[in-house]
Each structure stands twice: as structure tokens, then as C-alpha cells.
């Protein structure tokens, strides 16, 4: 019957605990762009109806590119009044109406035209692109094989060093393989502001080359193994 180590260090079978380190540069597969679009009218009725036509516009404008848009969302809608200078009798100047809505793309190519086209409207505001992987990506079940497939092999050059081999695993422990770039870099200050006035028949501005930026992914873990007596 074969004797099975101990999960301890012993001088007939000693441990060795190594850590395993994996970093890699990969491709992004998705792209977000945050989208602001703004009016201002002189009474409620106005800012709300300037507000909601161009945003059903940039909706519409994004729905046209498909399936490159992955995911399109609204978040938070805003309508404040603005009070006169003085503002003690609470009579108000302006509405000022605000909606964000937010787009996530995997064609890189769409993602330049699209951003420049939003960008060209009026009283909008664009913020990114933030580049990232997907949780699922094939590229963190790479990077955590790769930490393994290290452990290992830093835990037989100790124990080669000592004239010894490895003899059985006692533990591995995952700490954490996952993209520690930003998912959201900060946006350059201002943004991409909308110019063109709205609706306009100007010429279109062209598309902007967007270069993706390469994403890192790291994995780490802990390993601890027995090993023969070393040869000292």
C-alpha cells in the first residue's frame, strides 16, 4: 500500500510552496461609449420635447448598425429648472433636460462612424470609448492555465536544485485571475461634444479611427507540493 505524504512538511517528504504568475496582452472584444444627450428650453413642456426627440434620434441612430451595437441602454433622465439670477421669488428662466444612455459595441470599425455621428449632433455629448473583455473570455481561462502550468514548473526546479522530484499536490489556491485593466478609463476632460446643429443636411464629418487599446489580464495562485528527501 502506498504511503500518502503527509499534508505537512516532514524531513522524509518536505513541502515546497511556490506562486504561479501569468500576464497577458490581448485584444479587446468590447467597446462602451457613453452618450449624453442635453436640451434647454424656456418652459417644461419645450425641454421635454427637445429632449425626447433627440434622444429617440440617437436611439434610432444606433439601432441602425444592428448587431455591432451589443447592448444599448438608457440610465438616468434629469429635468431641472433654473431660477433667475436672484431667484427669491422662485420664478424660473429655463428647464435644462438631461438623458444618458449608454452603448456597448464588438465592431470596432462600426464603433468609429457611430461615435463620430452621435458626436456631430447637436446639444450631445459622447465619453470613451472603454475598451474590455467579456467575464467569460477565453483569455482568463488562459492566463489562469498558464499561472498553473508555472507553479508547477518553478516547484520542480526547486526541488531539482535539492536533487529531489516533486511527489503530490497539497493545495492550490486561486488568488484571482481577472482583467485588472480599468473598465471604465476616465474620458478625456469635455468629451466628444456634438456640433453640427441638429438634423442638419451639412456634410457628415468623417469617421474617426479608433485604435483599440490592448487589455491585460493577469492570473495568480498559490501552489504547495511535497517532494522526495533532498539529496544534500
Known sequence: MTETPPPYGTPDHPRVAVRGEARL??????????????????????????LTRRNNHVLEL?????????????????????????GRDEKIRAYHGRVHVTAVL??????????TRIADLDMTRVDGPWWSLRPDSPAHATARRQAVHEAVQRAREYADALGAHLTALVELAD???????PLAMPAPPGGIRG???YGSATEPAPALDLEPQRQT????VNARFTMSPPQL
Do not use: M
Not at 496582452?25 to 468590447?30: I, L
Not at 464588438?106 to 461615435?115: I, M, P, Q, S, V
Not at 488568488?175 to 485593466?181: D, F, I, M, S, V
Open 25 to 50: 496582452e490581448v485584444d479587446p472584444e468590447t467597446a462602451r461609449i457613453g452618450i449624453t444627450v442635453t436640451a434647454r428650453g424656456k418652459d417644461r413642456r419645450t425641454a421635454l420635447e427637445d
Open 62 to 86: 444606433a439601432r441602425t448598425y444592428g448587431q455591432a451595437v451589443e447592448k444599448l441602454e438608457t440610465g438616468a433622465l434629469s429635468l431641472t429648472p433654473e431660477l433667475t439670477p436672484r
Open 106 to 115: 464588438n465592431d470596432f470599425t462600426a464603433l468609429g462612424e457611430l461615435t
Open 175 to 181: 488568488l484571482g485571475a481577472e482583467n485588472t485593466a
Open 195 to 197: 456640433r453640427a446643429a
Open 217 to 220: 489580464v493577469y492570473a495568480q
